[in-house]
């Protein structure tokens, strides 16, 4: 009886059956006239106290596309990421990124005024994957000369018990109009205890429009920009000399705060006090990787990359294009990392054996 009540509420609005309430309660934002017109009081509030929000006993990982551009990812009834891929923003990213407890991970702004956060590097957005030099175009920062990767579309958006998965596609374009190259992503979460988030990000590049060149430059690829309680150093006027912070920085290969900028190694983890709690994000180099392991473009305000393209920056090469990757015309290339939110610093969170799990065949 409640699930006959349930699907005459959503033919009711206007909605397909198992659209989950965010979705309903978007779309009451944005038109709530054409969301509840029809709809008898009695039934919609019966079927509001059988819907509810998810339940956490159902478990698994609810991916939903909203009205807004956004797809809001939920792990066991609760939030966990949104992927926002508007075409009015200069590249997808997803924001906010919530770990245990809720806790907010990456800075809010831009996308939201928070007290006390700098607004330094606009183009530093949640987590994202961009390069700063495709074809000599930069698509790392942002502005009416710099490129944009434009979302173009999904091969698969799967909720699951124990997975979730969303396939996408997007143009490299330059500032002209030109189509440099198209990337096929697919991002996986797991649905994991409420006292560590894992997820993978796979990206592929397509040399589509003709030969690719990944240029060399410090400021790519896989990056986060973290909480602004976890820095390794504390907001200071300019020209200042740096207050330390309650943050942590430590690669693979035992390379702690500025230290770690520019090494390389399989994996780094940047933790720091978040909500009362020590937590931290560690990211993965798969071993399949190109060039791996990795450089980490990672510093001490709190931005966190893993950029493979970047040796003559970091170890000062004579040749700026030592770090130059050509894919030929036709041809492509695919990374692949994983992103583990866990609680405590990389001991605790014995981070080292879980890249372990992560880089078996």
């Given at each position: ?118 607004h330094d590097h606009i183009h530093h ?30 091969d698969e958006i799967k909720s699951g ?98 230290d770690a900028w520019g090494k390389r ?97």
């Amino acid at each position: 009886m409640r699930n006959e009540l349930k699907r005459a509420v959503y033919w009711s609005a206007g909605l397909r059956p198992g659209t989950s309430v965010y979705s309903i309660e978007t779309r009451r934002i944005g038109d709530r006239r054409s969301v509840l017109a029809g709809v008898p009081l009695a039934l919609l509030l019966f079927a509001t106290a059988c819907v509810g929000q998810p339940a956490k006993s159902g478990g698994g990982v609810q991916i939903t596309e909203t009205s807004t551009n956004t797809l809001r990812i939920a792990i066991n009834g609760a939030l966990f990421t949104e992927y926002r891929f508007s075409t009015s923003e200069p590249r997808p990213y997803f924001y906010p990124l919530l770990g245990p407890g809720g806790a907010g991970m990456t800075r809010n702004w831009p996308m939201q005024e928070t007290p006390g956060e700098e607004h330094d590097h606009i183009h530093h957005r949640g987590l994202w994957y961009t390069q700063g030099k495709v074809n000599g175009v930069d698509f790392w920062t942002e502005g009416a000369t710099k490129g944009r990767i434009v979302h173009r579309g999904f091969d698969e958006i799967k909720s699951g018990t124990e997975t979730g998965i969303v396939k996408s596609r997007n143009d490299w374009v330059a500032a002209d109009g030109k189509i440099l190259c198209t990337d096929e992503r697919v991002f996986r979460v797991y649905a994991r205890p409420d006292n560590e988030r894992l997820f993978d990000f796979e990206i592929t590049f397509h040399a589509s429009h003709g030969e690719l060149t990944l240029g060399d430059t410090k400021e790519a690829a896989m990056a986060v920009r973290v909480a602004e309680t976890m820095r390794v150093t504390k907001p200071t006027p300019r020209g200042q000399k740096p207050i330390p912070g309650d943050g942590r920085i430590v690669t693979s290969e035992g390379a702690l705060n500025q230290d770690a900028w520019g090494k390389r190694a399989a994996w780094c983890d940047y933790s720091g006090p978040v909500d009362g709690k020590t937590l931290g994000i560690a990211i993965f180099d798969h071993p399949s990787n190109p060039k791996h392991p990795t450089w980490w473009m990672v510093r001490d305000y709190g931005l966190f990359a893993a950029n493979p393209f970047g040796q003559h920056e970091f170890e000062k090469t004579s040749d700026p294009r030592s770090g130059d990757m050509v894919i030929p015309a036709g041809k492509s290339a695919t990374f692949r990392y994983r992103f583990y939110v866990h609680e405590g610093d990389e001991k605790q969170a014995r981070v080292d054996e879980r890249f372990t799990e992560y880089a078996k065949p």
